[in-house]
């Protein structure tokens, strides 16, 4: 379908030269296509707070690497915060501590 998995599963080709045969020239243009498509299709689904922190890159590939390391480190937060609000939200104030005791 469209070969979008061709920049995913095979490395940028090296730039063309004159010496290319056609068989290398069409390789690229699909290659150059399928990155282009998974660039765009990724860039829109990507959640707008986080598109700021990916590492900006051209290469699909190294797109998804950069958005791997931040899901993973994003989902450490998430669960730190879903921890934290889970305690806060069942302790009870019981008024035996101020702001200003040590």
Same mark, same amino acid.
Request: charged share 25%; net charge neutral; glycine share 2%.
């Given at each position: $379908?469209? *070969?979008?998995?061709? &920049?995913? %599963? #095979?490395?940028?080709? &090296? &730039?063309? #030269?004159?010496? @290319? ?8 243009? &699909?290659?150059? =296509? %399928? @990155?282009?498509?998974?660039? /765009?299709?990724? =860039? /829109?689904?990507?959640? @707008? @707070? !986080?598109?700021? #922190? ?20 994003? %989902?450490? *937060?998430? %669960?730190? $915060? =879903?921890?934290? /609000?889970?305690?806060?939200?069942? !302790?009870?104030? *019981?008024?035996? =501590? #101020? /702001?200003?005791?040590?």
């Amino acid at each position: $379908v469209l *070969d979008l998995d061709l &920049a995913l %599963s #095979t490395d940028k080709p &090296a &730039a063309l #030269t004159d010496f @290319n045969n056609a068989e290398q020239r069409s390789f690229h243009k &699909a290659w150059e =296509r %399928s @990155n282009r498509l998974n660039l /765009m299709f990724m =860039r /829109m689904t990507v959640a @707008n @707070n !986080i598109k700021s #922190t990916i590492f900006a890159t051209d290469n699909s590939k190294e797109f998804m690497k950069s958005f791997e390391s931040i899901s993973q480190s994003e %989902s450490v *937060d998430k %669960s730190l $915060v =879903r921890t934290l /609000m889970g305690t806060l939200t069942t !302790i009870k104030f *019981d008024g035996s =501590r #101020t /702001m200003h005791q040590h």
